[in-house]
């Protein structure tokens, strides 16, 4: 079973700017977060208006849909940086709830399962932690929606993503996944901290879908510009 960040303990700071005060982010801060107010209804891709962006007009992903509250870029950047690499469990807990806030006002989710994007066990054990199952986890309990860590499996420690192109992220994760369930129809909300190109969430979209899944949706904290 996943240990969860989502402890509640009362802040004495705000974890942005670092005055006192009863609330994870003050009234300020949370503010001034960057939030998506419009995105492309495939890709999530923030956008001026909500429509259908340019790429994907060109050539669809295979996921249904992006759902994110936050576009990534400081500070949020700051808040997932520190979650994922420093173990700021508390920086994973407040960008968490503000997806959970989000998903909570789509009237209709069409989600029958959680499964979180999976680190290989090399990388895992460094970080001694996978941040997808944490937010997963939280999820779960959230929506009330079982979340599966066993069906989604990283066959090869793929070199990290960050610092490669486009083109580069398509190639490295060529048969980096695998699932070997049959999935009979089910609507699946795969997990992760953040969306960039969309190489990864595309990739396992469409190991998902071979497998039987009717619909792939992916969910995470922030979404790149």
Known sequence: MVNSFFVFNTPRHCALCGFSSSLDLCAACD???????????HCGVPLEHDSICGRCLTASPRFARCISPLRYEAPVSHLLGAFKYH????????????LVKRLCEESALAA??????????RRRWN??????????DELSRSLHLPMQTRWLHRTRASAPQ????????????????SCRLQLNGMHIA????????????????????????????IWCLARTP
């Open 31 to 41: 503010r001034d977060l960057p939030r998506i107010k419009n995105a492309c209804s």
């Open 87 to 98: 173990g700021d469990f508390n920086n994973g807990r407040i960008l968490t709830t503000l």
């Open 162 to 177: 960050q610092s490669l192109s486009a083109d580069a992220r398509r190639s490295n994760l060529r048969n980096a996944f």
């Open 190 to 217: 795969v997990v992760d901290d953040v969306v960039t190109t969309g190489a990864t969430a595309n990739a396992i979209a469409e190991i998902l879908l071979a497998c039987g899944a009717a619909s792939v949706q």
């Open 127 to 136: 970080r001694g932690f996978n941040q997808a199952e944490l937010i997963g």
């Open 112 to 121: 029958d399962v959680i499964v979180p994007v999976p680190l290989h066990w």
